[in-house]
């Protein structure tokens, strides 16, 4: 069995659902109450990927954009793939995962990544119209309607950018 | 500055107290190789040299390169802590240090802040929903109030409609009343009975119309109406509709006058009974409203398409009222202001017809400007050529004269005079007409008829007396009379013969052969 190694940042405006989503993936919970993340949240969970590969992802769920102090760029120095977050009931957010993308990449170069529409369970208060989406899918490779709080979606996405991760670090062992 | 050993020492205690820290030294592949602090404090107690820190510290993953790194808050299941690397050489010193308490002071404030931020999200949509369903509300009652008019003015409509009706209705239906009573009266003369019968009867007649036209509307509204298309002579058409229409302008003393351009085919196919009541309909209309000048009749035709126009030198129609003209039940002569009353319901039949044909009307008018209605209809040309019969019908093959003979026939009542016309032209019979007694003397004496018809009661000179002087005069050709009074009154060695009115064609045709 091989066992590898790989750091995803997990980008996004504040409350979209970051953290929330980190903690569906590796611990199959959901909270509603929102706690602010500050710094950086670490987690880890092991995927299976084909061909008897064990993927190891260290998740840093980075804190969001805020006013008083921008993403810490710090954290994201490493990172093998990135998971970008918006939020479907507001649609501003979807612009802070565009500046956010633009900034990382421009620093550390392009990398893979899944952009999650999350919350589709609150589909009342949806903001993005099927041309949106649309558009975002020309615009984003790998979108994916997600809910933390149902779990949509979530594990597909995921597993779709260690896939990812594994054919560009790890070509030997596809 | 240095500081003195007591001062460093305290500075050094109180600040490890407070941060505790940790420090590790790793290799390249990221072995711990020996260390120092409170380990526990950080969940890594129990290390031993050689072992693989990526588990136990994976915040390492992607840090280890050439430049010293510190990373503020990092928050991991053993609470949040500052990270610091040092490269040397081919190793990294580690240091981790509590950031628990500062963590919790930047957590508090940040939440605080978010959590306005999100209630103001939660509230701008809020807003938003609410301006949506403002937004809504005032469009449903747009529409309501729409509607609400609408129906008001359909209301209007019909009572309008039904003021105009009874105005139409009340004319003819006052004189049916009158002569009713005239014919009615105990010492009424014969005289008197027939002029009452016949105002009664064209009064019925007009009413009949006015019915027929209501009801063709209703008709045209309802969708029963269907399309007979089938190739026809359009001169023959128009042939007709001057024939009904030139008499009514001459009237009015109006020019009138139908022209026909060069390139519009002999025959075409069309429903020639919608063109021909919309013809009917747009020229009485211009004829009806046009109290000075003419109306015309330009027909032209293009790439399959028919083009009557009528044009009139009335009082035109306002531009404002050009749209609702062809509403049903209305109209834009204003009745009240003394115009020309009639039902509005002719126009709102002619575009219907025109719709029903596939066609368009077209309304160009300027208030005192006349009148141009230009209908448009697919009306493709024919390559059938014109039929040589008429389209009315014969009389039956036993009435046809047997012999070529003139008939006199003495009359008032001009639609007895056109009928008998029509059956005795067409039975073959040359035919001199006569409105009064006097004039049947005369004409009976001058062109020597085969036979005469003679209504009895005539203006100038009656009906029996005319007859007695025509004897008188040596004239023997027989005189059949036409009467609907009590036929053994007359005197039957002046009279041939005798037919009571109302006069039945076949009859009159068989009677007239029986004397020839
Ligand atoms: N209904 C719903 N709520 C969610 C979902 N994901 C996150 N939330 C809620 O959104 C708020 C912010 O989530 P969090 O994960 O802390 O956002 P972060 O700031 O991006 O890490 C929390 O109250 C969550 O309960 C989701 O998929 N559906
Ligand atoms: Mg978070």
């Not at chain 1, 779990?151 to 990812?164: F, H, I, P, Q, Y």
Request: proline share 4%; hydrophobic share 40%; glycine share 6%.
């Amino acid at each position: 069995m091989n066992q590898f190694s790989a750091k995803v940042c997990i980008l996004g405006d504040f409350a979209v659902g970051k953290t929330s989503t980190v903690e569906r993936f590796v611990n199959n919970q959901f909270s509603e109450k929102y706690l602010t993340t500050i710094g950086v949240k670490i987690d880890t969970k092991d995927v299976s990927l084909s061909g008897d590969v064990t993927l190891k992802l260290v998740l840093w769920d980075v804190a969001g954009t805020d006013r008083f102090s921008g993403v810490e760029f710090a954290y994201l120095r490493g990172a093998s793939g990135y998971i970008l977050v918006a939020d479907g009931t507001r649609s501003r957010t979807i612009s802070a995962v565009r500046t956010l993308k633009e900034q990382s990449f421009d620093r550390y170069g392009e990398l893979p990544s899944v952009f999650l529409l999350n919350k589709a369970d609150l589909t009342r208060e949806w903001e993005v119209s099927d041309e949106d989406q649309r558009r975002l899918s020309e615009e984003f490779a790998n979108v994916y309607v997600t809910s933390a709080k149902t779990g949509d979606n979530v594990t597909a996405a995921l597993g779709r950018l260690g896939e990812m991760i594994a054919e560009r670090d790890f070509p030997k062992t596809q | 500055m240095t500081f003195p050993e007591s001062v460093r020492s305290y500075l050094e205690s109180d600040y490890s107290t407070q941060r505790r820290p940790f420090c590790f030294q790793i290799d390249s592949d990221c072995r711990v190789l020996d260390w120092w602090g409170d380990a526990d404090n950080y969940g890594l107690g129990g290390l031993t040299a050689g072992d693989d820190m990526v588990d136990r510290a994976p915040f390492l993953i992607g840090h280890l390169g050439a430049d010293a790194e510190k990373l503020p808050f990092v928050t991991t299941g053993n609470g949040t802590v500052e990270v610091h690397i040092f490269p040397e050489g081919d190793r990294y010193f580690v240091i981790v240090m509590d950031a628990s308490d500062e963590h919790r002071f930047h957590q508090q404030r940040q939440q605080t802040a978010n959590e306005l931020r999100l209630l103001h999200a939660a509230q701008q949509r809020l807003i938003a929903r609410q301006r949506a369903l403002i937004g809504d509300l005032v469009e449903a009652k747009t529409e309501l109030e729409h509607r609400r008019k609408e129906a008001e003015r359909a209301n209007e409509s019909k009572s309008e409609f039904i003021a105009m009706m009874s105005h139409e209705f009340r004319t003819p239906l006052s004189s049916i009343v009158n002569y009713a009573d005239l014919a009615l009266e105990d010492d009424t003369s014969v005289e008197n009975i027939r002029k009452s019968a016949e105002a009664i009867s064209r009064a019925a007649r007009h009413m009949n119309r006015l019915v027929e036209t209501v009801l063709d509307e209703a008709r045209l509204e309802a969708g029963q109406v269907r399309l007979h298309e089938t190739p026809f002579e359009l001169n023959r058409l128009l042939d007709d509709i001057a024939t009904i229409m030139a008499p009514l302008a001459a009237e009015k003393q109006l020019s009138f006058g139908i022209y026909l351009e060069d390139r519009v085919p002999e025959m075409v196919v069309a429903d020639d009974a919608c063109l021909r009541q919309i013809l009917i309909n747009l020229l009485g209309n211009a004829i009806k409203f046009t109290e000075s000048g003419g109306v015309r009749l330009d027909v032209s035709w293009a790439d399959d398409v028919l083009r009557v126009a009528v044009v009139d030198t009335g009082p035109g129609i306002a531009i404002e009222d050009q749209e609702r003209i062809f509403d049903a039940f209305e109209r834009a002569a204003d009745t009240s202001a003394g115009g020309t009353p009639g039902t509005g319901l002719g126009l709102t039949i002619t575009l219907g017809l025109a719709r029903l044909m596939r066609g368009e009307i077209d309304l160009v008018s300027e208030r005192g400007e006349g009148c141009k209605v230009t209908v448009m209809v697919p009306a493709p040309a024919s390559a059938e050529t014109p039929a040589e019969e008429t389209a009315l019908p014969e009389p039956a093959i036993e009435y046809r004269a047997m012999r070529p003979a003139t008939i006199l026939v003495c009359d008032d009542d001009e639609d007895l005079l056109a009928l008998a016309e029509y059956y005795l032209l067409r039975a073959g019979y040359g035919m001199l007409i006569a409105r009064d007694g006097r004039e049947a003397v005369d004409k009976a004496l001058a062109y020597s008829p085969d036979l005469v018809l003679m209504d009895i009661n005539t203006p100038r000179l009656p009906g029996s007396d005319a007859a007695s002087e025509l004897r008188a005069k040596g004239f023997k050709a027989p005189i059949i009379a036409l009467t609907a009074s009590d036929i053994r009154k007359l005197d039957m060695k002046t009279f041939t013969n005798s037919l009571r009115k109302p006069i039945q064609m076949p009859r009159l045709l068989a009677r007239i052969q029986d004397h020839l």
